[in-house]
Structures are given as C-alpha cells and as structure tokens.
C-alpha cells in the first residue's frame, strides 16, 4: 500500500484491512511467499495433498525441505 492511497479505497472491508495495515508494526508474508518460486509452489502442493488427506505431516515437511536444499 502506497501511503496516502488508502483515500482512494471505497469498500468498507478493504478500507478496514488498509487501516489496520498502516497501523502495524510489521508485516508477515505468506510462506509460500518467502521462497524462491519452485520451493513456495512445493509448500502450496505439499499442503494441499496434506489438507486433501493424500500425504502425512512428515511427508510435507520431507518434500518442502528436499525443495529448499535443491533451491
């Protein structure tokens, strides 16, 4: 968010985000987010095959790792 911008916000809700937004003191990005992209594609897969029921926690936490030393 550009400072200053938050005027030009109509919606009620992203008004409201936007505010709370400026009034933080920091600022955490999505996991998936801090990786390169071939590791933070491997979180959102291996986390999906974990929600869908398709692979265990130790699962995930192998193949996100695996991507990490390959990255």
């Known amino acids: 968010m550009v400072k200053g911008a938050e005027g030009a916000i109509e919606d009620a809700n ?3 985000v936007a505010q709370m ?10 996991l998936d987010q801090a990786f ?3 590791v933070g594609q ?3 897969d291996s986390v ?3 929600m869908g029921g398709q692979t265990s ?3 995930v936490t192998q ?3 695996e991507a990490a ?3």
Do not use: D, M, W
């Open 14 to 16: 992203r008004k409201q």
């Open 21 to 30: 937004l400026n009034g933080a003191t920091g600022f955490q990005l999505y």
């Open 36 to 38: 390169p992209p071939a």
């Open 42 to 44: 491997e979180v959102n």
């Open 48 to 50: 999906a095959g974990l």
């Open 57 to 59: 926690p130790q699962q």
């Open 63 to 65: 193949s996100i790792t």
């Open 69 to 71: 030393k390959g990255a």
